[in-house]
C-alpha cells in the first residue's frame, strides 16, 4: 500500500503532467530562463489557511533552487491583504508553479474553513465532527488532512482501515445477523483486526444490532433529532455513536446535544467552496 507522501508525490506528478504538457508556451516564448522574481501568496477572503506544506513541496519538486519564506502556517486564521508566503527565484518556475499551488491551497482551506465553523458550532458538546469518503478523486489525503486543519476527525481513510456496514452491505448479506457474523468470521481468517461500524435505519434495525453485539458503533443514519435522543438513550454507551444524514450546519448542534460521539458531515469535501487567494509578483 502506497504511504501518504507517496500518494501525495504522484498527485503532484500528474497534476503537472495535466497543466504544463510538453511545456508553459506562455511562460516560455516572453520569460527569459535566468529572469529572477519574487511573488507572494495574498489573502483575499477571511478563513483557516492550509496546504502551505503540501505547497512547498510542490515548489521544492518542481524547481529545488526556489526559496519559500513562510509567514503563516496551516491552520492560520487569516484575512484579506495577509502575505501567507513569498517565494522567490526563477520567474519561469513561479508561473508554472503557481496554478497547481493555488489549486491545491485555495481547496484545502476551504475544506479547513468549513470544518472549523463545524467545530465551533459544537464547542461544548464533546461530539466530534467527521469526514467521509466524499472526496475529489486523488486529493483524499490532501482534503482529508485539511479537516484536520480545520479541527475536524478524519473518519476511515478507504475501504481498507474500517470495516463499515452500510444498508447496502446488510441487505446484499441478508439482514444485521448475517452482515454481523460474516464480518467477524472474515477478520479472523484474515487474521485483521479492524474496527466495525454498523449503519442502521430503523429502531428494528438498531434493536437488532444491540441483541448480537459484535461492533464498535453504530450508525444512525437520517434518524431525527427526536428519534436521535431515543437512540442514543437506548445505546447507553455501550457502543460509539453516529449520526449521519440531513445534518446541516443549522441543525448540527441539535443534534449534538442528543449526545452523540460523532456527526459526519460530507459537505466537509464534497461542496466546498476554495477559499479565495492569488500569487502575485512582488
Known sequence: MLTVEELNDRLIDLAFAEDIGDGDH??????????????????????????IEIAKEVFR????????????????????????????????????????????????SGIATMTHKYVERLEGTGTRV???????????MLEKAAVKIGGGCNHRIGLFDMILLKDNHVDFAGGIENAINR???????????????????????????LAIGGVDRIMLDNFSIADTRKAVALIDHRFETESSGGITIDNLRDYAECGVDFISVGALTHSVKGLDMSFKAC
Do not use: W
Open 26 to 51: 506562455t511562460t516560455l516564448c516572453c520569460i527569459p530562463a535566468d529572469a529572477m522574481g519574487r511573488s507572494k501568496l495574498l489573502i483575499k477572503e477571511e478563513g483557516i489557511l492550509a496546504g
Open 61 to 108: 519538486r518542481f524547481d529545488p533552487e526556489l526559496k519559500v519564506e513562510v509567514y503563516m502556517g496551516d491552520g492560520a486564521h487569516v484575512r484579506p491583504g495577509d502575505v501567507a508566503m513569498i517565494v522567490s527565484g526563477r520567474v519561469q518556475s513561479l508561473l508554472q508553479t503557481e496554478r497547481l499551488m493555488l489549486n491545491i491551497m485555495q481547496r484545502m
Open 130 to 140: 467527521l469526514d467521509t469518503r466524499k472526496t475529489t478523486p486523488g486529493m483524499r
Open 183 to 209: 464480518c467477524h468470521e472474515y477478520l479472523k481468517a484474515k487474521g485483521k483486526d479492524l474496527k466495525i461500524e454498523i449503519e442502521v435505519r430503523n429502531f428494528d434495525e438498531l434493536n437488532r444490532v
